[in-house]
């Protein structure tokens, strides 16, 4: 019986992939569930296969369930020697149709069976496959009470613009104010008073 390994890609990791040994009797729906773990994903999701060309163009689809495609084949009524056209037949494996894993699926060689291996196995594993969900790690009690610590001392701050202005407190008369190192010229009411003691003087 033949064989088929396919080299499962993902579509934005080349350096990740499996290599997947398979019956040609087997099922589209026997590669969904050895690709699924091979890769650690928990296979709750819906999934589709797509015959491709050698642009990766999407073909005829083939569905795990009919749950949202009900006019599409399933899976597990597709044969895999049916849909074996090219020496390096290409198909599109999309699983997670709200948030899309899409892989790349090649077959790359037709080795001979070995009667010791239950088909179908994956055979080599390259890289570490991405999370399927995205793990949000909650801040730790330290680094809220840093947040807090920093909040306080922000509210503590007085921050003064180029037209604020604030008390500097005390009655203290006002001083002459000295401008290009001369002192400010007399206003006339010291003026008047200047000229009185004078007359005084003079009378005396």
């Known amino acids: ?112 069976e070995d009667k010791k291996i239950n088909y179908p196995k994956c055979t080599k594993s390259v890289g570490i496959a991405p999370k399927q969900y995205l793990v949000i790690v909650p801040p730790s009690e330290e680094e809220l009470n840093d947040d807090d610590e920093d909040e306080g001392i922000k509210k503590k701050e007085k921050i003064f613009t180029s037209e604020e202005t604030y008390d500097k407190g005390g009655d203290e008369e006002e001083e002459d104010v000295i401008i290009d190192g001369e002192e400010e010229a007399p206003s006339e009411d010291d003026a008047d008073v200047g000229e009185n003691e004078n007359a005084e003087e003079e009378e005396v």
């Open 1 to 112: 019986m033949a064989i088929y390994r396919f080299k499962v890609t993902f579509e934005d990791e080349e350096d990740v992939y499996r290599e997947i040994d398979i019956k040609s009797t087997q099922t589209f729906e026997d590669l969904h569930n050895v690709i699924q773990v091979s890769i650690n994903f928990d296979n709750s999701k819906g999934a589709s296969f797509y015959l491709s060309d050698d642009l990766w163009r999407k073909g005829e689809e083939f569905v795990l369930n009919h749950d949202k495609k009900k006019d599409k084949t399933l899976m597990s009524k597709g044969k895999l020697l049916t849909y074996i056209e090219d020496p390096h037949q290409k198909f599109i494996y999309v699983f997670d149709y709200d948030q899309p894993w899409e892989f790349y699926v090649e077959l790359i060689k037709i080795p001979e």
